[in-house]
């Protein structure tokens, strides 16, 4: 077979392997649900849980799990029914996983998750609005093979102060309980052991959760080791103020949540990539790519970055990839904003109390920001892959016109001649229409690359062409934040390609103590009187304790207030009415 008819064939496995991919399964193997609690109604904010549970989803995704099931700032309501239906998929799983991040308090040694909309007035409304640990955990109990629930929920509890206690003798704690799960081959993870508290990060991140996506997805990893290196990551990060633990056991085989032997879907990948092999590799990418784009959905879209995770057109895939995001999100967006429209003009037509209609006003107007939020997010992802079409197209136009203009040179008789299929690897290799010009000496590059690293946010030094540690570490840094795999021992030019692409702060703003982030910025954390910024960066209470001069200052002003007593009455006799003796002298007569 040819060169050319191999191309083809191995374009035909391609072709087929996507849509193999783009079936649906015919049993869900593992499945996971997800659930990222920020926008508390009646409770302290938290901004990491809602970015939490999108990177730890993004993670789930790319292990293969078949079903993924994602929700964020979800009320009681929403969060009773994304239990109950997810307790439907993981009665035909094998291996089901619940990750929370987002309050969660403990009363009488239960544990509970917090949606955003509860109150807990009374320390017994926990029954009515939260949901038990144990609630969870019967969700995920028909699961055949292996049950795991992670909890980056042990904050302090948000509502201790206003909470009534009904009963006096009743105990809530700060953080979670310890628990025991009854069924085997259950573990439930806490981000901090059982009755001490979990920090959020001065990043977009938890520290926990940051070292979870590091090692949950590795295939062929034991969990138990998963969670231990996620401990000392985490205690690294806090400076051992905070260790997680890990709850329940296992048998001694590993149990790894990604397996390490090859799966169907594995193996069509590996078949492909055999094939890519036989070929030019760079000019068949840029075919795979077209081809991936053509069919236009998200299966074919992750096969392709399956199999280039990195370079220039894995980044093309990844922004297409966003750009589809970006459109689910909006249509969510847009259909909650209309259910809450629906649901105002449902309780206007009722005559409902005005409490309710507030409530509603308030729940529409925070959809509708959110779908016009949506919105922009959408255009934005539009707009910056369209850009990078354009880029693309016009790079590979001038290199083949410049290839239809340059002469060949003749070949050494010992040396064969170059084929247009090596020519087509030259256009392939062109990142950008720039790349016709000679190539930049290494200190250009590298200046280059300190620039567009300082521009997404992930180097601080100056762009002086030396790639020195703190250069190869704010590569490392991209790579981290970008999901990239670039070489940080010297300056690339894919590196510098992929970074170009990226509009906006890849690396998360990281902030010093006392400082929290606004917007691109660290500005200084101020509290209400009587607060103080605490180890966790959060405003806490300051207790007044009186000083001693304040005790002395009150008692002298209570001695000044307090009525006069009246003064002793004195002694009239003088010292001439008394004898020698100092006794009244008796005068007497004789007859």
């Known amino acids: 077979m040819d060169s050319h008819g191999f191309v083809k064939l191995r374009r035909i496995i391609f072709f087929l392997a996507v849509l193999l991919l783009c079936q649906p399964a015919w049993a869900a193997n593992r499945v996971a649900l997800i659930i990222g609690n920020s926008a508390y109604k009646n409770a302290t904010p938290l901004s990491n849980p809602v970015n939490d549970a999108l990177m730890v989803e993004a993670t789930l995704r790319t292990a293969g799990f078949d079903v993924v099931q994602t929700r964020l700032d979800i009320q009681a309501v929403e969060m009773r029914r994304a239990l109950r239906d997810f307790a439907d998929q993981a009665r035909d799983s094998d291996v089901a996983v619940v990750y929370y991040a987002g309050h969660g308090i403990e009363i009488e040694g239960t544990n509970y998750l917090i949606p955003i909309d509860a109150t807990l007035e009374r320390d017994t409304d926990v029954y009515d609005e939260a949901f038990s640990l144990d609630r969870v955990l019967l969700a995920i109990e028909p699961a055949r093979q292996l049950r795991v629930v992670i909890l980056d929920a042990c904050r302090n509890n948000p509502f201790s102060e206003k909470m009534k206690r009904t009963v006096g003798s009743r105990a809530i704690s700060r953080g979670l309980a310890r628990i025991e799960p009854a069924t085997s081959n259950t573990l439930v993870a806490f981000a901090a052991k059982a009755g001490s508290t979990a ?80 070929a030019t590799p760079r000019s068949e990418m840029r075919q795979d790519y077209e081809l991936a784009l053509q069919v236009g959905n998200k299966d074919a879209l992750n096969f392709f970055i399956a199999q280039y995770p990195d370079g220039y057109y894995a980044n093309l895939a990844k922004l297409q990839l966003a750009k589809i995001d970006a459109e689910e999100k909006r249509a969510a967006a847009a259909e909650k904003a209309r259910q809450a429209e629906q649901e105002q003009a449902r309780l206007v037509s009722e005559g409902a109390q005005q409490t309710q209609l507030a409530k509603a006003a308030a729940e529409l107007k925070a959809a509708q920001e959110a779908r016009a939020a949506a919105e922009s997010a959408k255009e934005a992802a539009q707009q910056q892959a369209a ?205």
Do not use: H
């Open 199 to 278: 920090s959020d990060g001065n990043s977009k991140n938890s520290p926990y959760t940051a070292a979870l996506v590091k090692y949950i997805g590795t295939p062929g990893l034991d969990l138990r080791r998963v969670f231990g290196f996620v401990r000392d990551d985490v205690m690294k990060a806090t400076g051992n103020r905070q260790e997680p633990y890990v709850y329940g056991t296992l048998g001694g085989d590993d149990v790894p949540l990604v397996p390490a032997k090859e799966t169907a879907k594995e193996a069509a990948k590996e078949t492909a990539k055999e094939a890519a092999s036989s």
């Open 387 to 591: 850009q990078a079409e354009q880029r693309r197209v016009a790079a590979e136009s001038a290199a083949a016109a410049t290839k239809n203009t340059t002469p060949v040179a003749p070949s050494a008789p010992d040396q064969p001649r170059e084929t247009n299929t090596s020519a087509d690897t030259k256009v392939a290799t062109l990142p950008s229409p720039q790349a016709s010009a000679p190539s930049t000496s290494p200190p250009e590059l590298a200046k280059s690359l300190q620039t567009e690293l300082r521009r997404v946010g992930c180097f601080s030094g100056s762009a002086n062409g030396e790639w020195d540690a703190a250069s190869r570490r704010s590569l490392e840094l991209f790579n981290q934040n970008a999901g990239t795999k670039f070489d940080a021992k010297a300056a690339n030019p894919d590196a510098l390609d992929a970074i170009k692409l990226k509009t906006a702060r890849v690396c998360p703003l990281t902030c010093g103590s006392g400082l929290k982030r606004d917007g691109d910025r660290c500005v200084k954390i101020t509290c209400a009187p009587g607060y103080f910024v605490n180890d966790d960066a959060e405003c806490e209470k300051r207790k007044v304790r009186q000083a001693p001069s304040a005790r002395l200052e009150r008692r002298s002003r209570d001695r000044e207030e307090a009525p006069a007593r009246p003064a002793k009455p004195k002694a009239e006799a003088s010292a001439g009415n008394k004898g020698d003796g100092g006794m009244p002298f008796m005068p007497f007569f004789l007859p």
